[in-house]
């Protein structure tokens, strides 16, 4: 009988410090969000799903966005965040400095979980190959980006070019895949990159884009948009957030909310999703650890 | 002694004289040296497009740097941007002996090509001049293209545009070529256009008063953006936005798309530093086009405020 007291009482001190018993609703999460697009229409993105997971957990949901992909990763921990929708190399940098932990990744109307890069020239720009892009400007859009520097730097050097300070007459970061995309639409420059989510949404609002522009490589395949949240978040929050994003597609209003973002569902990430990055980190001669994913 | 003194005296005065011949015939030899070096570089262009006058200026910085400053002079023509005032600065060049001639703009170029086949020929500031049937072994130059669907799909962002008006000159080759693109650019996007052609400053405002238009584009010209300015209250008054391939009109223009000064000048500079040194330059194209947007404009005439424009622009006026 004193054995069970015992651990009765053992069982309550650790149930009463579990963040188990956390309720769900004393809490607000934190959310970040890169810029992958023009930061208004990302938040205008993100904001109908912030309000579905209010409704569904009773957690207030606050949106934050970074002006730069790198600072996801600095502002992190500075800014409190709980979690945060992370972009390629931006989320394995997360995993690998900030302690997160993948919890769910959007799969879109085609089925797709993952995306690949472009890199996109004027179809009248007499572009073909690396060789024809010698003395152009080239339009990156983040150091903090496989999609949108990574890969078509390891494209590069695998042509060839080592150095790319000297191979362009200028490059520069655009800071979003739209921007850049728009870069090169104008002739502001002559090479872009761009995820095919955000080309695939600018086509779909504007055709006439795609008679502009041509592919020239097309990266494999990388993970996107992945929640990650703190490893250190109570269980049952992780939990019941999980639970609520991959269910949503079985409720109408989580349809909707999933077909204003261009989704089918949300699935579970694990962090081997991340591998593919980590493999053309090693591609580029990166260590992560010791990767400049600031872009000044 | 005396005697032998005045000798001494008069062997010195052939000396000195000898000597002062020596030096005049080396200041003589050096100066006539200098001025065989010296290349004449005419330059034709009119005063009042911005654009003209940032790239020369950026141009001549640029053959100082490189140390041609003192190996040319230039004879500059700035004639009224009309035919017959283009030939006639073109001719007094080869009167002057210009041994090269710099012409702003495909109008001053295309008197050029009929004033001379023998004088090398740059031109500077024409659009797509591989359209134009540049056929004369004697010309070479800086051109630039730029995107026609940009513009309309800016606009289209910012206004529903029922008219655009598109003002252009008939004398400037390229201005027609562009006025081509953007009616082009035009049908693809389903937006109906007048063409407002002039063939004289003088008749901008004319046109400007006589067309009906809901957004005004105007091509890079001479002729246009001599009377420009002092037209642009007509399409405001309309409260007409008005977009163009011209930089410099930052007051009245809500966003323009245009090739880069700087790239132009640089590519000048190469092109005639080339020549100067007996070497066979193609033309080039430069491509780094830059986008201006006046914001504070776009507010004041209520327009729609596309996101593209101000986080890509390159300079956003507020």
């Known amino acids: ?296 | 002694m005396f005697a032998g003194g005045q000798v001494s005296i008069r062997a010195n005065s052939t000396g000195v004289i000898l000597y002062l011949i020596g030096i005049i015939t080396a200041v003589l030899l050096f100066f006539s040296s200098s001025h065989a070096q010296m290349r004449i570089i005419g330059v034709v262009f009119s005063e009042n497009v911005p654009a003209y006058s940032r790239i020369n200026s950026r141009f001549k910085d640029i053959l100082k740097e490189k140390g041609y400053s003192k190996r040319v002079r230039f004879i500059e023509q700035h004639p009224n941007p009309d035919p017959l005032a283009w030939s006639n600065a073109i001719r007094k060049l080869i009167v002057y002996d210009a041994e090269m001639i710099i012409v702003y703009g495909s109008g001053a170029l295309e008197q050029a090509i009929f004033e001379t086949d023998s004088i090398p020929i740059v031109f500077v500031n024409v659009y797509s001049p591989d359209r134009l049937k540049i056929n004369k072994r004697n010309v070479t130059g800086v051109g630039y293209k730029i995107p026609m669907t940009s513009l309309i799909r800016y606009l289209k962002e910012m206004k529903e545009t029922k008219r655009l008006g598109i003002l252009f000159s008939e004398i400037e080759p390229d201005s027609v070529l562009q006025m081509e693109d953007i009616v082009k650019a035009c049908e693809k996007f389903s937006i109906g256009y007048v063409k407002m052609p002039v063939q004289k400053s003088g008749q901008v405002e004319e046109r400007l008063k006589l067309f009906m238009y809901d957004a005004l584009f105007f091509t890079n010209s001479a002729v246009i953006g001599k009377t420009y300015p002092e037209c642009s209250q007509i399409p405001r008054s309309l409260n007409a936005p008005i977009i163009s391939t011209m930089d410099g009109y930052d007051d009245s223009v809500v966003f323009s798309l245009s090739p880069d000064s700087d790239a132009q000048a640089k590519d000048l500079a190469d092109i005639v530093i080339s020549l100067i040194n007996g070497r066979k330059t193609n033309i080039k194209i430069v491509r780094n086009n830059r986008l201006i947007f006046n914001l504070r404009l776009a507010r004041e005439m209520q327009l729609q405020l596309p996101i593209e424009l101000i986080s890509g622009a390159d300079r956003v006026i507020r």
């Open chain 1, 1 to 296: 009988m004193r054995i069970m007291k015992v651990i009765l009482t053992l069982l309550i001190i650790v149930a009463i410090n579990s963040p188990v018993l956390v309720r769900p609703e004393e809490k607000e999460l934190l959310i970040g969000l890169i810029p992958e697009q023009n930061i208004f229409k990302q938040f205008e993105r993100y904001l109908p799903l912030a309000k579905y997971i209010e409704k569904r957990t009773g957690i207030k949901i606050r949106l934050t966005i970074l002006s730069r992909y790198g600072d996801i990763v600095d502002r992190f921990t500075q800014r409190r965040m709980d979690g945060a929708f992370f972009g390629d190399l931006t989320g394995a940098l997360a995993i690998r400095k900030l302690s997160v932990i993948p919890l769910v990744k959007p799969v879109r109307e085609d089925g797709s979980t993952s995306v690949h890069g472009y890199i996109i020239v004027r179809k009248d720009s007499g572009i073909r190959s690396v060789a024809d892009m010698k003395d152009k400007v080239m339009a990156f859009v983040d150091r903090a980006t496989v999609t949108g520097y990574l890969f078509p730097i390891v494209y590069l050097r695998e042509h060839g070019v080592r150095e790319i300070d000297s191979f362009f007459s200028e490059h520069y970061f655009s800071g979003s895949f739209d921007a850049s995309v728009y870069a090169v639409l104008d002739g502001r420059a002559d090479v872009g990159c761009v995820k095919d989510s955000i080309f695939r949404n600018l086509v779909k609002k504007d055709p006439s884009i795609k008679d502009e522009l041509e592919i020239i490589a097309v990266s494999p395949a990388m993970p996107e948009s992945t929640l990650c949240v703190k490893d250190d978040l109570p269980d049952n929050m992780k939990k019941m957030l999980r639970e609520v994003l991959l269910n949503m597609n079985r409720d109408a209003e989580g349809r909707k909310v999933l077909k204003q973002m261009g989704l089918k569902r949300f699935s579970e990430a694990r962090q081997e999703d991340y591998k593919p990055v980590f493999m053309m980190l090693q591609s580029a001669g990166y260590d992560i650890d010791t990767y400049h994913y600031r872009t000044e």
